[in-house]
């Protein structure tokens, strides 16, 4: 693996590669990231499997509770309901106690103890997604600031071209129909032409191969870059970031174009962001009202709930196997990323391996492929300089009307002097390796981890809705027959008639005695 400096890779990084990986025939497979691959598609793929056999596994579990209460229960109705009897008369009558009041006191704790386990869930995957939309907002920070350098990079190219050309189409020109007479000058003269057009030939050599739309030296317009206007949009990326967009297509630019890459992973991680901020107030929602639904005994806002969490169930285990097949694809990328930018198609389409390798490592030791041609143009400047320098003391006095056109020349050559030096600042290997770097730390380091948290988040919420969904129907069978007795038991304490004070034989001993209310029999009534 290339040497990245400030840049390594991290624990997480380092496990999730070393995992096995295996294909749909189960053979193994390496862990080289390879996304164009279809035996590394069918490695991630058997990864995301594993989600489906536990979504499997949740299933049964939660078929065979609910087996349970259905089937099982009813052949224990008859001696539950005698053990009811014996543990309502133990306890006065009123409510629970002995078995019945253990079972409803174990499935509501039981109930209880998910809907935590689904908030704690819930508050790791807030976490998560705020760590993950950290690190994608630093990765698309530094794509735009590298989309600005590249842009700077092309508009002091193809300016500097187009004011050369304009110089040696006009003033040029013009010193030489002036200077006719005058060999020296005349050779002087000629000369600059030359250099100018060996500069312009080697400034139009000079490309990084970005996914701009080329443009020739004839094509600008007479200011030099009226016609780039509509190409490059070079400003801070807080207010233009990306090029101004040549055509219409929504496909891979070729070669890769910062700009374009940007703009797509904003638009993603917008949507990214917000599923699962819906995904996580679902869960939230669906645990509050769980909650509401065992302190009110509401059972139709259980079966509600228990609807809801069968569909976040779903989810939550959909959602593990999207991440998982992510966190390991993502892991694979930040162990090596040199060698996959290198070797991508996508990358160096247009680009020399050469100059993508002194841009990604950026090492002193390693001489700027665009040396020669800088160190040519810099030394051909600076004989145009001499030349019309030779001019001005010579020729200039005794051709007073060559002195508007040499004026023009030397301006255009300051411009270009000007314009070469920051192009010579751009081209350091600095500048664009700390975006690279900021680009893998954002990625590599706040996007993996909030993936992981995003993946334990999916993993408890899972769990906790599979033991809610288990415990659920205990709840309703104790709210229905807990409801029965209290209506049962409302129902004797209003009537009189019924109430076990007034039974038929003390009615009728009652009746035999109403002329004596103070007889023994009445006394011994009501004593009783």
Known sequence: MATVPSYSPSIWVRMCHALPRFDLTMQMRDNVFTPDSWEYQQTLLVLSSLSAIALV???LVVLSFLIHYCCCHRGDAGRDAEEEEEDDDASGGHGYSGKKGRSICCVTWVSVAAVTLCCVAIGVGFYGNSEANDGMYQLTSSLLTANYTLASIDLLVWDSVAVLQRSVSGPLTSLEDVFGGNKPALVSTRSCRRLSERVISLLSSLSLGRGVSSVSPGSL????????VGVLTPAPPSI???????????????????????NTLMVNEDYRWLSYVLLLLLDLVVCL??????????????????????????????????????????SDFCFDPNSFVINSTHFNTGTSTEILDYYLTCNRKMTSPFQQLLTQSQRALSSIHSHLSGLERDALPRFPKAEKSLREVQQILNVTEGNFHQLVALLNCRGLNKDYIDSLKGLCYDGM???LYLSLYSFLSALAFTAILCSLPGAWRSFSSDSEEY??????????????????????????NQSHPNSAHSRNLYSH
């Open 57 to 59: 596994l949740s299933l």
């Open 221 to 228: 317009g007479a200011n030099g870059t009226d016609s780039m």
């Open 240 to 262: 233009a970031p990306t090029l101004t967009p040549t055509s219409t297509s929504n496909s891979i630019p070729a070669p890769f174009s910062p700009g374009w890459a940007a």
């Open 289 to 330: 009202f769980i909650l509401l639904g065992l302190a009110k005994q509401a059972r139709w806002l259980l079966i509600l709930m228990t609807v809801l969490a069968w569909l976040a169930l779903f989810l939550s285990w959909g959602s593990l196997g999207l991440e998982t097949a992510t966190v390991v694809a993502l």
């Open 449 to 451: 981890e909030g993936l």
């Open 487 to 512: 209506e049962d038991s409302d129902s004797e304490s209003e009537d009189p008639f019924t109430s076990h004070q007034y039974s038929p034989s003390m009615l009728t001993g009652y009746g035999g």
